[in-house]
Nanobody
């Protein structure tokens, strides 16, 4: 069993910055990747950014050049630095961990979400 907890959301003005944190804990054998997804009312949940254990990253086109994902393997923690925020970045941001709780059980674990609101 793996637990995932996000923090760092809040209210900012357009053009501002936020840094989200996500920590995975519990019975973790290994983590393949962690990522950030977001969902706005009436919209599909979408991948924002992801990072593998080795450091390979993937970003949604809409956030490239503005957001940066980074990880701390020793702490099983991932960060999302969000700069030049736009109102369309508003949504609930969820952290996902693609993790093994044992040598044989690989699953996706989700956090509870943290609200990000960007005012115009």
């Amino acid at each position: 069993q793996v637990q995932v907890v996000e923090s760092g959301g809040g209210l900012v003005q357009a053009g501002g910055s936020l840094r989200l944190s996500c920590a995975a804990s519990g019975t973790i054998f290994s983590i393949n990747a962690m990522g950030w997804y977001r969902q706005a009312p009436g919209k599909q949940r979408e991948l924002v950014a992801a990072i593998t254990h080795s450091g390979s990253t993937n970003y949604a086109d809409s956030v490239k050049g503005r957001f940066t994902i980074a990880g701390d393997n020793a702490k099983n923690t991932v960060y999302l630095q969000m700069n030049s925020l736009k109102p369309e970045d508003t949504g609930v941001y969820y952290c996902n961990a693609d993790a093994y709780s044992s040598r044989w059980l690989r699953r996706n674990y989700w956090g509870q979400g943290t609200q990000v609101t960007v005012s115009s």
